[in-house]
Every structure is written in C-alpha cells, then in structure tokens.
C-alpha cells in the first residue's frame, strides 16, 4: 500500500513540476457522447508465473435535457503460476440529472462479482443528491448522498439483502492538460448490521501521452467491517494501464 502510493506520489510531483499552463477543458462544448477505455497486461515467465489482466471503460451520454446516462464496466483477472488468483468483475448504469448549477440528483444500479472476496454475486440500486463544491481551473471537489439496497449471495450460498446509508466524495486536480489526478472515496453504513460497514477509497493519476493515449495508474482499497468468513477485511488492487479517450 505505501508502496502503490509512493508511485501515484512521484508521478504527481513530476508533473506538478513540469506542467505548462492549464488549459480549462470547462470551456469546451460538452460532447454528446464521451467514451473512455483502459487496457493492461503483464505477463512473466521463468521462476514466476504470472497472468493479470485488467480492462475497464466508460460511456457519457448526455441528452438535450438536463440529463445524463454513465455506463461502466471494469474486470481484473489473475493467474498465479496457471492457477486463477484474480477474478473482479463490476458493471454499472447510472443516470445523473442537473436540477440547479451546483446540484444533481442521481439514480443506478450496479453488479459486482469476486468469489475470491467471497461475493459470488452482488447487486445494488442507489439514488441521491449530488452537490459542487467547488470548481476552478486547477480544484474540482463534488459530494454525494443518499440510500443503496442491496441483494448478495456469498461464495458460501448464503443470501443477504440490506439497506444502506451512502455517503461519498470526489476530489480532481488538475494538473496540466488532460494530467489529473483523483481521489474518490464512498462510505456505506448498513442499516440492517452496523458493524458491517463498507469503505471504497479510489486514488488516480491521468498523464497524458497524445491528444488520444493516456498513461493511468491506480490504487483502489476496499474495506468490509464483517467480511464473509475465512476472509479478510480489506482487497486492494493496484492497477497500470493505458487510457483511451474519444
């Protein structure tokens, strides 16, 4: 964990230091459909045998109204010395509507699936408010909160159905054009068992390699206060890859 943090650190400070002025991509025309995607691998051989694979996109569309739609999509999978050591697989669709400048109201649902956390399947609708803090040319700070149910089945075969409590916050700064780097963290409080809270922490650098190609580092942290037994609190996975934007 220090580790993946010193990285997203030292590439941040060499960026600070060499960034030209930043251009305000506030002030370009908003597209009609934005799509994102990222690709990694690493693949070793000899004494260490390893596969990870790691795929993620993202897909805006914004209609005439103030309405927006998000698809997204992420999938980690791992081989071990030809053995599956990885397999994170998420997807999500969410619709964001602008009721003033600086607040929005939100609505989703998402399926999640990592037996090697436990969860063979996981779903969950949440809906809220969103408001803007702030947003400059170099700060973007946004909060959201609001309710999520959700509907698991654990590697075990047990089911579990709960409500829960949302509260997240998301912290972009810009360091040169198309170079950012983001904080994103999102507290969950079950309302059926309150110790088995939940905490995501996202942490993202962007650096840009064209107009097109990005370089894009990450850090996500998971923590479960009553993980499934035999399983341990927290997952963190770290993740390289190269960021495509259209």
Partial sequence: MRRAGTILLS?????LGSAPAIATAQDAPEKAVALSGDLGFVKTGGNTDLTTVSIGEKVEFR?????????????????TDGVESANQLQAGLRGIYDI???????????????RFAGIAKRFDESFGFG???????????NVEGGLSFFQETLTAGSTNQFTA????????????EK????????YLSNFDHGDDYRVI?????????NSLLALKVGYLVRY????????????????????LTL
Wanted: hydrophobic share 35%.
């Fill in 11 to 15: 590439c941040a400070t060499v960026l």
């Fill in 131 to 141: 408001y803007q803090l702030a947003k400059t040319e170099r700060h973007e700070l």
């Fill in 224 to 243: 479960r206060g009553e993980p499934p037994l035999g399983f341990e609190n927290t997952d963190t996975t770290f993740r390289t890859s190269i960021q």
């Fill in 100 to 114: 003033s400048e600086h607040l929005t109201a939100y609505a989703g649902t998402n399926y999640y699936r990592d």
């Fill in 165 to 176: 409590g949302r509260a997240a916050g998301r912290y972009r700064l810009h360091l040169a």
């Fill in 179 to 186: 170079a950012y780097l983001e904080q994103f963290v999102e």
């Fill in 201 to 209: 922490s996202e942490s993202v650098l962007v650096a840009p390699i």
């Fill in 63 to 79: 209609t005439r109204s103030p309405l927006v739609l998000e698809q997204t999509f992420t999938w980690v999978f791992g081989k």
